[in-house]
């Protein structure tokens, strides 16, 4: 079993070493190892090649919404969304820019540059990012925000975390009463701060604890073939809500219900 976690570095607050020693703790037989950015490591030589970051650089532009409402993803992206996700593989340090993604479309890019070798069933590549990913839900006719996105490699969506799951009734409706604010002013900074327990916000170490419960569900649906648990206390639980993702996931990541921490003990003796 070979895992590797790549390194953006647009999410200072992750910390991805702690991310890979809680995978390594109750994982001893697995390689565990970080690696910069996904593009920049499986690119190697190439990335200084202007034809081969142009090409990544279409495919990746042509992966983003410009309407959440229409189904399929960019097929035609405009020039200055070709030169931006141009300038993040350039420098992916410098972060999203507010673009919104076709997950599984985003996910099917990474796919094409994956060395053949590192395809096969043992290994399993995770990448945290800072871009957020969305899915689309047949039955409402419209997009979610994704927290991860599953396979090889398995995508996890920083902002996809805040973005994603519901917040409480409670906050929304005094948010509502607020009426327009914007994330900095101080209004809603003390809201934020009271409902911080229900809640995650950006710059939160808490994020850490967030993405190492979700690179389990990814270990456990690429390994074992099972991502998500019905038991709201499993840290492979899918919730809908920011309350229940974090009930699920703190101090440390959560631990895994009896059925699933039975599943891990015993392949881990295969």
């Known amino acids: 079993m070979r895992i590797w976690l790549y390194e953006e570095g647009s999410a200072p607050r992750l910390h991805l070493e702690t991310v890979a020693q809680r995978l390594k703790a109750e994982l001893p037989g697995a390689e565990i190892a970080i690696r910069g950015a996904f593009t920049t490591h499986h690119l190697g030589a190439a990335h200084r090649e202007p034809e081969r970051l142009d090409t990544l650089a279409q495919a990746l532009a042509s992966t983003r919404l410009n309407d959440p409402a229409i189904r399929l993803a960019n097929g035609r992206p405009y020039w200055k969304e070709v030169v931006a996700e141009r300038r993040l593989l350039e420098n992916p340090a410098l972060g999203s820019d507010g673009a919104i993604y076709s997950g599984y479309a985003f996910q099917e890019a990474l796919q094409g540059l994956l060395p053949r070798e590192e395809s096969r069933r043992a290994c399993l590549h995770i ?58 002013s101080p209004e809603f900074r003390a809201l934020m701060a009271r409902f911080r327990h229900t ?36 840290r492979l639980y899918n919730s809908h809500w920011q309350d229940g993702l974090l009930a699920a996931v703190l101090p440390d990541g959560g631990k895994l219900c009896p059925a699933h921490a039975q599943l891990l003990q015993d392949r881990a003796r295969v």
């Open 127 to 184: 990448v945290p990012t800072d871009r957020l990913m969305v899915y689309w839900w047949e039955e409402d006719r419209c997009y979610y925000g994704s927290t991860v996105l599953c396979g090889n490699p398995a995508v996890i969506s920083l902002s996809g975390c805040l973005e994603g799951p519901g917040v409480s009734e409670a906050f929304s409706a005094e948010l509502r009463q607020l009426g327009p604010v914007t994330r900095s």
């Open 199 to 234: 809640m995650l916000d950006y710059d939160d170490d808490r994020i850490r604890a967030v993405v190492t419960a979700l690179a389990w569900q990814a270990v456990f649906y690429h390994f074992f073939g099972v991502a998500f648990c019905e038991d709201t206390g499993c």
